[in-house]
C-alpha cells in the first residue's frame, strides 16, 4: 500500500533552518517526480518545488528560490526539502506528492501530482 509519510515541520524563527522529509512506502520511486507544496488555510495549495526522477532537474516557486533546496535518496526512498532563511510567509502545511512522470511540470500545479502525504505543519515566528 502506498503511503507518503512527511516529517521535520515545527516551530522556527524567522531567518532559521528546517529540513523536511518524505519518506515513501509501498512505491518505488526511481522512476517519478517528486514534489513539495504548501498550503496555509483558506488558500489554495501552493507548489514549492520539484524534483526529477533522476535527480537532475529541479524547479522552484519564485517565492523560496535561493533559500529551498530540494533533494531525493531513492536508495532510501525519501525526499528532502531544506528550508534556510525562513520567513513568516512560509508558514504552512507542507505536503509531498508523486508525480506520474519521469520530469517535472514547468509549472508546479497540484493537479499535475497524486498520491499525497498528511502534510506536516512549519511555523516561522518570533
Known amino acids: 500500500q502506498l503511503q507518503l509519510v512527511e516529517s521535520g515541520g515545527g516551530l522556527v524563527q524567522p531567518g532559521g533552518s528546517l529540513r523536511l522529509s518524505c519518506a515513501v512506502s509501498?512505491?518505488?520511486?526511481?522512476?517519478?517526480?517528486l514534489g513539495w507544496f504548501r498550503q496555509v488555510p483558506g488558500k489554495e495549495r501552493e507548489g514549492v518545488s520539484c524534483?526529477?526522477?533522476?535527480?537532475?532537474?529541479?524547479n522552484y516557486a519564485d517565492s523560496v528560490k535561493g533559500r529551498f533546496t530540494i533533494h531525493r535518496d531513492n536508495a532510501k526512498n525519501t525526499l528532502y526539502l531544506q528550508m534556510n532563511s525562513l520567513k513568516p510567509e512560509d508558514t504552512a502545511v507542507y505536503y509531498c506528492a508523486i508525480r506520474g512522470f519521469t520530469d517535472c511540470p514547468s509549472t508546479i500545479r497540484e493537479s499535475y501530482f497524486g498520491s499525497w502525504g498528511q502534510g506536516t505543519l512549519v511555523t516561522v515566528s518570533s
Open positions: 524534483i526529477s526522477a533522476s535527480g537532475s532537474s529541479t
Open positions: 509501498g512505491y518505488t520511486l526511481n522512476y517519478y517526480a
